[in-house]
């Protein structure tokens, strides 16, 4: 079955930084790689999604790439603000969300920005 | 944008009791759920997928009777937390796609349940 690892567990960047967050996967056929955000208490909140027809994909301060070949997929935050501290993990499924494609998660990324 | 609801937010119960938590798609039809747990300070483990009219299908290791599943309609799903122990406390989760091309996961906004 699919295997996601994501790096690192915990980041601590200065405000107006930028924040980078990698994730390998295992399973080939895996084709949708969403990022989400969780803060305290509450569900994930999709922030961004990219699937393996595209190589990269950008979303005002948010952008995702992806590697095929290499099975790796990154979440890069530029000007980073106090507000973007949470708990971030990538996911892959594999497809874009029918009966077979469960989600499988990384362990998650604490992000911290201080001010 | 695709909106799921999730609710009770908290819910405290005492041990032996049972607990429903349901979980509503509010402006689309999902053709399958799906229901998380989630530890303090860990990752999303999926306990189960459903899809609407079918039996759910359980991960390994999640006990089907005491996680009972219901999938009653394209806009519905709830689990039931039967007999419940402290060891059963934890964030639940859960989340609707619509499939196909469309795609996508919405995720609720999660159930934290207290078993004293």
């Known amino acids: 079955g699919e295997n996601v690892e994501q790096h690192p567990s915990t980041l601590s960047v200065q405000e107006g930084d930028s924040a980078v967050i990698k994730c390998t996967y295992s399973?080939?056929?895996?084709?949708?790689f969403p990022w989400y955000k969780q803060e305290l208490g509450k569900g994930p909140q999709l922030i961004i999604d990219?699937?393996?027809?595209?190589g990269e994909k950008k979303d005002q301060r948010i952008a995702v790439t992806l590697n095929k070949t290499a099975k790796h997929f990154s979440l890069h935050i530029t000007e980073t603000q106090p507000e973007d501290s949470a708990v971030y993990f990538c996911?892959?499924?594999?497809?874009?969300?029918?009966?077979?494609?469960?989600?499988?998660f990384g362990k998650g990324t604490k992000l911290s920005v201080k001010p | 944008g695709a909106v799921v609801s999730q609710h009770p937010s908290w819910v405290i119960c005492k041990s032996g009791t049972s607990v429903k938590i349901e979980c509503r798609s509010l402006?689309?039809?999902?053709?399958?759920m799906f229901w998380y747990r989630q530890f303090p300070k860990q990752s999303l483990m999926l306990m189960a997928t459903?899809?609407?009219?079918?039996?759910?299908?359980?991960e390994q290791g999640v006990e089907k009777d005491k996680f009972l599943i219901n999938h009653a309609s394209l806009t519905l799903s709830t689990l039931t937390v039967t007999s419940a122990h402290p060891e059963d406390s934890s964030f639940y989760i859960c989340?609707?796609?619509?499939?196909?091309?469309?795609?996508?996961?919405?995720f609720g906004s999660g159930t934290r349940l207290t078993v004293v």
């Open positions: 402006d689309f039809q999902a053709t399958t």
């Open positions: 399973d080939s056929a895996s084709n949708y």
């Open positions: 996911a892959a499924s594999q497809n874009y969300g029918g009966s077979q494609g469960n989600l499988i």
């Open positions: 459903s899809n609407e009219g079918s039996k759910a299908t359980y």
């Open positions: 989340s609707a796609t619509r499939g196909g091309f469309v795609g996508g996961y919405t």
């Open positions: 990219i699937r393996s027809n595209v």
